[in-house]
T-cell receptor, first 115, second 115 residues
Framework: AQSVAQPEDQVNVAEGNPLTVKCTYS??????LFWYVQYPNRGLQFLLK??????LVKGSYGFEAEFNKSQTSFHLKKPSALVSDSALYFC?????????????FGQGTTLQVKP | GAVVSQHPSRVICKSGTSVKIECRSL??????MFWYRQFPKKSLMLMAT?????????EQGVEKDKFLINHASLTLSTLTVTSAHPEDSSFYIC???????????FGPGTRLTVT
């Protein structure tokens, strides 16, 4: 079965410090991986994706993620956190058994950046 | 980036009535649209997948006669919650995907409250 795990319910960092939000996955076949961010009472915003190629993927708002096949991980990173980065972050993997592009989401990680 | 709108953003209805939520892709053609439900501080639960011009595919446990989905054009999908009850109160989010694209783009969500 395909799945995504975000082991941390919440991550707290100080503004200006680097941040990491963890994600591990389990898929059959090639993994297509995504990160989304959700601000309160809003829909999800697409941050970045890994389909193939370079393991380090750069996305919106200074975020990047590193695909690690051996560890089946796709952690989200940012070198210097901003208070405005505080939000709910979702990792997702495309369901390889579906031809509709259905995504399987992790349970979400709340990022809290303190001034 | 691709923009998806939802209308209304908030709706309050009485128990037993029906309510329709619209999802539009504003600057691209969406061959596939998805409807999700999200509970507070929880991940997204996929309700159904709809392809333009064909019947929606519902996830296990989602009542197709209660949650009617129509995807009549490449830019519009609607979700109608029929005979709504208080337990249907939730945050409903749609997303849209272009043909041959990997990522989904999400609408801003609709907060439904059934009294």
């Amino acid at each position: 079965a395909q799945s995504v795990a975000q082991p941390e319910d919440q991550v707290n960092v100080a503004e200006g410090n680097p941040l990491t939000v963890k994600c591990t996955y389990s898929v059959s076949g090639n993994p297509y991986l995504f990160w989304y961010v959700q601000y309160p009472n809003r829909g999800l915003q697409f941050l970045l994706k890994y389909i193939t190629g370079d393991n380090l993927v750069k996305g919106s708002y200074g975020f990047e993620a590193e695909f690690n096949k051996s560890q089946t991980s796709f952690h989200l990173k940012k070198p210097s956190a901003l208070v405005s980065d505080s939000a709910l972050y979702f990792c997702a993997v495309r369901d390889g058994s579906s031809n509709t592009g259905k995504l399987i989401f992790g349970q979400g990680t709340t990022l809290q950046v303190k001034p | 980036g691709a923009v998806v709108s939802q209308h209304p953003s908030r709706v309050i209805c009485k128990s037993g009535t029906s309510v329709k939520i619209e999802c539009r892709s504003l600057d691209f053609q969406a061959t596939t649209m998805f409807w999700y439900r999200q509970f507070p501080k929880k991940s997204l639960m996929l309700m159904a997948t709809s392809n333009e011009g064909s019947k929606a595919t519902y996830e296990q446990g989602v009542e197709k006669d209660k949650f009617l989905i129509n995807h009549a054009s490449l830019t519009l999908s609607t979700l109608t919650v029929t005979s709504a009850h208080p337990e249907d109160s939730s945050f409903y989010i749609c997303s849209a995907r272009q043909a041959h694209a990997y990522e989904q783009y999400f609408g801003p969500g609709t907060r439904l409250t059934v009294t």
